[in-house]
């Protein structure tokens, strides 16, 4: 099974042997990964009872939850990566839930579709209208992402809040692409970041 | 192994004791009623104890010999079930204080020669668990591969991983709570109270004359029942319909079909449970707070713990409502146990844990296989 292109560099970079939590892990199928090629004890909270009916039944460990008001259940300190992959643009908070993720991590791994990539800026200025894009699919009145975010709004409020950034990884659909243009040309960013 | 006496369906054991209970008593002979299912691997790593609630009993997977239905739990238990009894070696006993095969209230007091009745020691669930740890022992298991159980029986399933964390690998805990609420107290004491203002319950001493408090013990049923269902359940299938009549009679007898029904399930339960019984186990689960017997914080009954946990609720149901089964999971992620937790979706309240429900075996079937080495 191949995984999503976002979720590849997480697990390429999870270190082996450690303690994940995935936040919207989804059916867990970033956890199934980690826990089969890198022998990593991953729990995961998702929100969809379905999804989480398909994580416990591949075997893993899945707290059915939301990512805005149950992370304050856990404790800090408690694993070496908190994970939150294509879900900080539907929090409530994203500031809080980023707070909370590297309060129980050591590390946060957090990836989210790019705002301001330039095809998104086109629809906007162009067609005057939300934009319907590849990884935004949804019209504005349905969409779950409600705090849209860019690559250098993620970069201001990490550098505000003090958070360290150790790694990032930048994708225009599944080709990685460089970070000096990574607001106007990623599609999809991925963060590596520490408390 | 199937010419091993102690294993099979309608087994009973009279254990020696003493076993120590929680009010000081020390119950001794203790006998238990129970049931197994499947072989016993040779390493012993295979066994599922299977934890029935209030007014549950052995046959998990058996007819049951007074009534003559088929087990509560066939469409869980049973070859190629969720819970496999070809890859399985399932036990389920008669909890202590019931009536059909364990030490009770109708059981005889070795001392006296006659029915222990309200002199029976009172018991909690962690009573009941540590006569479930004695029959164990007797059945030659060390180690559980996994204790399920839905309500009180969820209970129980938390009291081993509590009372015995080194004999449990895994605990399902099903439409459950780690404490009895005010309200669960409290249709509990209507219920007793109906028993012991029938005039025929004579303060628990019915057994010699056999003539045992029906009518009280029926209308406990009938409230407890209702408390089983949700709301939606009993309107769509009764809403206000009438019960075999053209218009309301303008008298008492059964006009709705809700009251027809509630009373049927109240005849029904005097056939097969002990009035007695019915006070102990109630009080049993009223006295359960799992966080009060570990120093108010219920994170510490589940410190240091290797067991796997899956908590599962039911959206309608006010019983033991999800809000319950999250606190116990907040308390595991607290303990860093590995858990899980889903609430699945069902019209029929707490029942649903009995019915037909694909979520619930596809969790149930996913979490045990995970626990396969």
């Given at each position: ?10 697990a390429?970079?999870?270190a082996?042997?450690s ?7 989804g059916?867990?199928a ?11 004890d ?61 309060r ?5 791994f957090?990836?989210?579709p ?32 409600i ?14 809040r ?20 990574a607001?106007l040309?990623a599609e ?8 | 192994?199937s ?14 004791g ?10 001794s002979?203790?006998?238990i009623g ?12 295979n066994a599922?104890?299977?934890?029935h ?5 052995q ?8 009534t ?31 009536c ?22 009172v ?6 668990v ?5 029959l164990?022992?007797h ?7 996994a ?9 129980q ?22 404490r ?7 249709f ?5 109270q ?43 299938k ?8 053209e ?19 109240g ?5 097969r ?8 186990i ?12 570990h ?9 240091g713990?290797d ?27 607290a ?11 069902s ?12 979520e619930l ?13």
């Amino acid at each position: 099974m191949s995984l999503r292109p976002d979720l590849a560099i997480i697990a390429a970079n999870v270190a082996a042997g450690s303690r994940v939590l995935d936040v919207g892990c989804g059916d867990g199928a970033l956890m199934a990964a980690l826990r089969d090629t890198r022998q990593v004890d991953a729990r995961g909270l998702e929100l969809d009872a379905g999804d989480v009916a398909a994580a416990v039944g591949r075997g893993l460990s899945v707290v059915q939850g939301d990512a805005d008001t149950d992370l304050a259940d856990y404790p800090d300190n408690s694993f070496d990566y908190a994970i939150l992959s294509q879900t900080l643009q539907t929090t409530r908070h994203p500031d809080l839930v980023l707070e909370n993720l590297l309060r129980i991590g050591k590390h946060a791994f957090v990836s989210f579709p790019n705002f301001a990539h330039w095809r998104v800026r086109a629809s906007l200025l162009f067609g005057g209208r939300m934009p319907v894009t590849r990884l935004l699919p949804i019209a504005w009145y349905a969409t779950p992402n409600i705090h849209h975010v860019t690559v250098d709004d993620f970069r201001a409020l990490v550098q505000e809040r003090g958070i360290g950034i150790e790694g990032s990884w930048f994708l225009s659909g599944d080709q990685s692409c460089g970070s000096a243009m990574a607001n106007l040309f990623a599609e999809h960013a991925v963060f590596l970041l520490r408390r | 192994m199937s010419v091993d006496p102690r294993y099979g369906t309608g087994r009973s054991v009279t254990l020696p004791g003493p076993l120590r209970l929680d009010g000081g008593v020390l119950l001794s002979p203790v006998d238990i009623g129970y049931e197994t299912y499947g072989t016993l691997a040779p390493d012993g790593g295979n066994a599922i104890l299977v934890c029935h609630a209030l007014t549950g009993d052995q046959h998990v997977a058996s007819e049951h010999p007074r009534t003559g239905k088929p087990g509560w739990w066939t469409r869980m238990v049973g070859p190629g079930k969720p819970i496999d009894t070809d890859r399985y070696f399932v036990i389920c006993s008669n909890v202590l204080g019931s009536c059909l095969g364990s030490s009770g209230p109708a059981t005889i007091n070795p001392a006296t020669a006659k029915p222990w009745g309200m002199s029976f020691p009172v018991i909690t669930i962690r009573d009941m668990v540590r006569a479930q740890a004695m029959l164990l022992d007797h059945l030659g298991v060390d180690k559980l591969f996994a204790v399920v159980g839905g309500s009180m029986g969820g209970m129980q399933a938390l009291s081993w991983a509590a009372t015995f964390p080194e004999r449990v690998a895994s605990a399902v805990v099903i439409a459950s709570a780690a404490r009895h609420s005010a309200q669960n107290i409290a249709f509990h004491e209507v219920g007793r109270q109906a028993v012991m203002a029938d005039p025929k319950w004579r303060g628990g001493d019915y057994y010699e004359d056999n003539d045992p408090p029906v009518a009280g013990l029926a209308v406990a049923r009938m409230a407890a029942h209702i408390t089983y269902l949700s709301e939606a359940g009993l309107t769509a299938k009764f809403g206000r319909k009438l019960q075999s009549r053209e218009t309301k009679t303008f008298g008492f007898d059964a006009d709705f079909q809700v009251e027809s029904y509630l009373r049927h399930q109240g005849l029904a339960f005097v056939d097969r449970f002990d009035a007695n019984s019915y006070l102990y186990i109630t009080r049993a689960l009223d006295y359960f707070d799992l966080a009060e017997e570990h120093g108010g914080l219920l994170a510490n009954a589940f410190k240091g713990a290797d067991t796997r946990f899956c908590v599962v609720s039911f959206d309608t149901d006010w019983l033991y409502p999800t809000s319950e089964s999250r606190s116990v999971v907040h308390a595991l992620n607290a303990a860093g146990a590995r858990a899980s937790f889903v609430e699945l979706k069902s019209p029929f309240g707490h029942d649903a844990f009995l019915l037909e429900s694909p979520e619930l075996d596809r969790v149930v079937r996913g979490f045990l296989q995970a626990g396969v080495a």
